[in-house]
């Protein structure tokens, strides 16, 4: 069955960076897009980037733009998002997900927690 299992988030304090991983499998991992979302405490879900089959082609929420990177390693089935310069505002719980065309996601993982504060 199809699994993500996301790992990598803590707390970290405001400028700092942290390497968020999620593993993949029981699906043809390097056939599908993959996207990264988060939900910060009281708020609905925030789109925060994706990632092409290949790796070759990545897309950013503009909040995110400049300080965060998407890559895969389709030989290993991971996903990972690289969060530099990070603020108080990117505190979420941060899921990776299965994209299935137009945005939508068909299977996402439990999250993990990255918290932001001094």
């Known amino acids: 069955q199809v699994q993500l299992v996301e790992s990598g988030g803590g707390l970290v304090q405001p400028g700092g960076s942290l390497r968020l991983s999620c593993a993949a499998s029981?699906?043809?991992?390097?056939?599908?897009?993959m996207i990264w979302v988060r939900q910060a405490p009281g708020k609905g879900l925030e789109w925060v980037s994706a990632?092409?089959?290949?790796?070759?082609?990545?897309y950013y929420a503009d909040s995110v733009k400049g300080r965060f990177t998407i890559f895969r390693d389709n030989a290993k089935s991971m996903l990972y998002l690289q969060m530099n310069s990070l603020k108080p505002e990117d505190t979420a719980v941060y899921y990776c997900?299965?994209?299935?065309?137009?945005?939508?996601?068909?299977?996402w993982g439990k999250g993990t927690l990255v918290t932001v504060s001094s």
């Open positions: 029981g699906f043809s991992f390097s056939t599908y897009w």
């Open positions: 990632i092409d089959s290949g790796g070759g082609m990545t």
């Open positions: 997900a299965r994209e299935i065309g137009q945005g939508a996601m068909d299977y």
